[in-house]
């Protein structure tokens, strides 16, 4: 089981496909000139021979291959869109890869804003027909593990596109610590919770911590010890609006309970 797959719910299942050469290739030749078949682990795939010229100075010269295509109308109900998240390219670590917003104009696609990699997404259908994305994300670092929950709106501002919802961190056995934790989106789904006709998301997060038995160390040096699969379960309800997802009222209270077990960011 990989890190994503621990860490939230096999019920969130992102809508996004894998480019493939028959299909998205005329799509990634409007965003670099040396669009190409590539192959990775055995399958044919789509990407940029070399990093296009747009992401310089933070590019570096390897080829880069599309990840993820995300078919909507994102700034435009009545546009035709495409984003796609690629993976290489940036020495940016922490973006871990870049993405694109193309739009379809005439027979032609044609770029029209460069975003940041995108992680598990499903597309939400606003109220006035814009999409914009719900997504799941895990990352690692500065001596933890964290998963959110997110929406990416490509019609606002670059800093303002990607908004967290829900986020959470945690260090599990793998991080060596006198105490262990962790937090899972058990449950992402998508449903009407207020009754005005468009879809709401809410959430449930397992999460549970403990510490080492005082014999030990840390979660590494701790012969015997396992982690608990016990879990306490907080649920987060967000309501669609114009103006974006908000928090009903008991998010509140839910996450001040959430903060007594993991780190909560948001």
């Known amino acids: 089981m990989g890190l994503a797959s621990a860490v939230y719910a096999d019920s969130f299942h992102g809508d996004g496909s894998a480019p493939t050469p028959t299909r998205e290739l ?3 030749q409007a965003v670099c000139s040396d669009a190409a078949v590539l192959e990775h682990e055995g399958k044919k795939t789509v990407g940029c021979r070399t990093c296009p010229r747009f992401l310089r100075p933070l590019a570096t010269k390897s080829a880069t ?3 993820t295509v995300y078919y909507g109308h994102f700034s435009d109900p009545a546009a035709t869109e495409a984003m ?3 993976q290489g390219c940036t020495s940016r670590a922490e973006a871990e890869g870049w993405g694109v917003l193309l739009r379809k104009q005439g027979r ?14 499903k597309s939400h259908t606003r109220k006035d027909g814009r999409d914009v994305l719900v997504c799941v994300d895990v990352a690692s670092g500065g001596g933890g593990q964290a998963v959110s929950l997110s929406t990416y709106d490509a019609l606002q501002p670059e800093s303002k596109r990607r908004r ?6 945690f260090a599990d ?11 899972e989106l058990e449950d992402v789904t998508f449903r009407d919770l207020n009754g005005d006709g468009v879809m709401d998301v809410r ?10 038995p005082k014999r030990c160390e840390s979660t590494c040096e701790c012969k015997g010890w396992k982690p608990p699969k016990e879990r306490q379960r907080f649920t987060f309800r967000f309501l669609a609006t114009p103006a974006g997802f908000v928090d009903e009222a008991a998010n509140a209270r839910e996450r ?3 903060k007594r077990v993991v780190e909560v960011f948001n």
Do not use: M, N
């Not at 032609?108 to 997404?121: I, K, M």
């Open 203 to 212: 959430v449930t997060v397992a999460a549970a911590r403990t510490k080492v």
């Open 65 to 67: 291959q599309a990840e």
């Open 26 to 28: 005329e799509l990634i």
């Open 256 to 258: 001040l309970r959430l």
């Open 84 to 86: 796609i998240s690629f």
């Open 108 to 121: 032609a696609w044609r770029r029209v804003a460069t975003l940041d990699r995108l992680p598990d997404c």
């Open 164 to 169: 967290i919802l829900l986020g959470a961190s």
């Open 173 to 183: 056995e793998a991080w060596c610590y006198p105490h262990w934790s962790i937090a």
